[in-house]
C-alpha cells in the first residue's frame, strides 16, 4: 500500500513529486560516495607516506590531491544546489522540480557540472595512463584514445556552454549532454575493455611460470585496475538519458562521485604493492622469455637424444668420450628444470621498530 502525504505541497502532480524524491535521492548518495571517497584518499596518502621504504611518489599524491579538490568542490555544490531546491526556494511555483527546471542554468549548477567535466578529464587521463603503463609504455596503443580525450574534452566545454545559456534545461540540453555522456563512457568502456583484455593475456602467457595465480591477475584486480565500476555507472546513466527517464537526474550526481572513487581504489592497489607496476611488467617479460628458451633448449636436447650419432662419433677412437656417454650426458642435461628469477619485491613492506627484537637478532 502506497504512503500518502497528509499534507501534499499545493500545486504539484504526483509526477513532481516523483523527481523531487529522485533529486533528493541522489543528493544523499553524493554524501555517501564522497565519504567513501574521503576514507580511500586517506588510506591512499597514508600507504605512500608512511608505509612505504621506498620514496614516496609526489607525482601520484599531487594527482590525489587534485583530484581531491574537484571531488570536495562537486560535493560542496551539490549540497547547495540541494538547499536552493528543498529549503530556499521551497516555495517557488510548482516545487522543488519546477525550479530545478527554471533555473537549471544558475551558477550553482553550472559550477558544479564544469568541476564534474574537470574531474572527468582527471580521471579519464589516469585511465589512459594505466592503459600506457599495462601495454609495456608502447605510444602506438594510445594514440586513439588520446584523440578521443581530446573530443570529449571539446564536448564537455559545448555541453557546459549549453547548460549554462540562460533558460536552459536538462531536457533541452540533450543536443550535447548525450552525445559527451556518450564519448567519455565509450572512451572509458574502450580502455576498460583494453586493459582488462591485456591482463587476460598477460595471465594465460604466465600460467606456466606463475603456477596459475597471482594477486594482480585475480578477477578482482582486473576489474578495479581497468575501473570497471566507473564503465558500469556510466553505461547506466547514458541509458537513463537516452531513455528521457528522471532517473538520469539521479544517476548524474552519483556518476561523478564514482568516477572519483574508482581512480582511489587503483591508487590503493598501488599503495599496497600489489597493483600492476612497471617493475612487475619487466619481471614478466623476463620470466617469459626465459620459460620460452628453456623450453626450446629442452625440447632440442631431447631431440638430440632421440636422433642418433653421427657417423664421425662412431669412428672417435676407444680412448675419448663414446657417443653412448655423451647422449648420457645429454639427457642429464636435458631432466635440469629452469629456475625462474624470484618475484619483484612488494611495493611496501611495513617497517619494524629499532627495538624489535627479531631485528636485533638479525
Known amino acids: 500500500m ?30 555517501l560516495g564522497y565519504g567513501f571517497y574521503v576514507s580511500l584518499t586517506g588510506a591512499c596518502v597514508y600507504l605512500m607516506l608512511f608505509s612505504s621504504p621506498r620514496r614516496p611518489s609526489w607525482f601520484i599524491i599531487a594527482y590525489i590531491v587534485v583530484l581531491s579538490i574537484g571531488a570536495t568542490l562537486f560535493t560542496g ?21 519546477q525550479y530545478f527546471v527554471d533555473v537549471f542554468d544558475d551558477w550553482v549548477n553550472t559550477f558544479s557540472n564544469a568541476v564534474m567535466f574537470f574531474n572527468s578529464i582527471v580521471v579519464d587521463s589516469l585511465m589512459l ?82 603456477g596459475g595465480s597471482s594477486p594482480y591477475l585475480s578477477l578482482a584486480s582486473m576489474l578495479i585496475e581497468s575501473s570497471a565500476l566507473y564503465s558500469i555507472t556510466g553505461i547506466i546513466t547514458i541509458v537513463a538519458f537516452a531513455s528521457g527517464s528522471d532517473a538520469a537526474v539521479f544517476m548524474v550526481p552519483i556518476l561523478g562521485e564514482v568516477m572519483c572513487i574508482a581512480p582511489m581504489l587503483i591508487l590503493l592497489r598501488v599503495g599496497f604493492g600489489s597493483a600492476y607496476t612497471r617493475s612487475r611488467a619487466r619481471w614478466n617479460s623476463s620470466a617469459y622469455v ?13 631431440d638430440s637424444v632421440a636422433r642418433p650419432a653421427p657417423i664421425f662419433l662412431r669412428q672417435l677412437s676407444t680412448s675419448g668420450p663414446s657417443s653412448d656417454a655423451l647422449m648420457s650426458a645429454n639427457a642429464s642435461q636435458a631432466n635440469l628444470h629452469y629456475k625462474f628469477p624470484p618475484p619483484p619485491p612488494r611495493e611496501h613492506t611495513i617497517k619494524r621498530k629499532k627495538s624489535d627484537p627479531q631485528l636485533l637478532r638479525g
Open 290 to 302: 626465459s620459460s620460452v628458451s628453456d623450453m626450446r633448449g629442452q625440447h632440442s636436447m631431447q
Open 129 to 210: 595512463w594505466r592503459t600506457y603503463l599495462i601495454y609495456d609504455y608502447r605510444k602506438r596503443v594510445i594514440v586513439i584514445p588520446v584523440l578521443w580525450l581530446m573530443g570529449t574534452t571539446v564536448l564537455s566545454v559545448l555541453t557546459l556552454i549549453q547548460t549554462a545559456t540562460p533558460n536552459s534545461n536538462p531536457y533541452q540540453a540533450v543536443q550535447f549532454v548525450i552525445p559527451y555522456f556518450g564519448s567519455s563512457i565509450a572512451l572509458n568502456l574502450a580502455m576498460t575493455l583494453m586493459i582488462a583484455g591485456r591482463l587476460i593475456y598477460i595471465r594465460k602467457r604466465l600460467s606456466g611460470p606463475l
Open 77 to 97: 555544490t551539490n549540497w547547495q544546489w540541494s538547499q536552493n531546491l528543498f529549503i530556499e526556494n521551497r516555495g517557488y511555483p510548482g516545487g522543488p522540480s
Open 2 to 31: 502506497p504512503v500518502l502525504s497528509a499534507y501534499p505541497p499545493p500545486g504539484e502532480s504526483a509526477q513532481d513529486l516523483a523527481t523531487e524524491r529522485v533529486l533528493f535521492a541522489g543528493g544523499m548518495l553524493v554524501m
